[in-house]
C-alpha cells in the first residue's frame, strides 16, 4: 500500500453486551513504519497497515461469513 491509495478496513466496537462491526473508508496520507494516518470524512485517524484493504478486497467480515458458510457444508 502506498499513499493516495483508497482503502477499507472494519473497526469494531465493544460494549457490555454487544460487539459492533462498523466498515470505514478513506484514503492513505501518510504511511510511518506499520501505521498509516487515513483520511475519512469525518477526519484522520491513524491505522494499522495490516487492517487495511485496497477497495475490491473482500472486507474482513465478509471473509468470516464465507468461512463460516464453508465450515457448516461440512
Not at 4 to 29: A, C, L, N, P
Not at 48 to 71: C, G, I, N, Q, W
Request: zero cysteines; charged letters at 30%; a positive charge.
Amino acid at each position: 500500500m502506498k499513499v493516495g491509495d483508497k482503502v477499507h478496513w472494519t473497526k469494531v466496537s465493544r460494549g457490555r453486551r454487544t460487539v459492533s462491526m462498523k466498515r470505514m473508508e478513506g484514503e492513505i496520507v501518510a504511511i510511518s513504519g506499520e501505521i498509516a494516518m487515513v483520511k475519512t470524512k469525518s477526519g484522520k485517524q491513524e491505522v494499522p497497515l495490516a487492517a487495511l484493504r485496497l477497495p475490491d478486497a473482500p472486507s474482513a467480515v465478509t471473509e468470516f461469513v464465507d468461512a463460516m458458510r464453508a465450515a457448516s457444508k461440512t
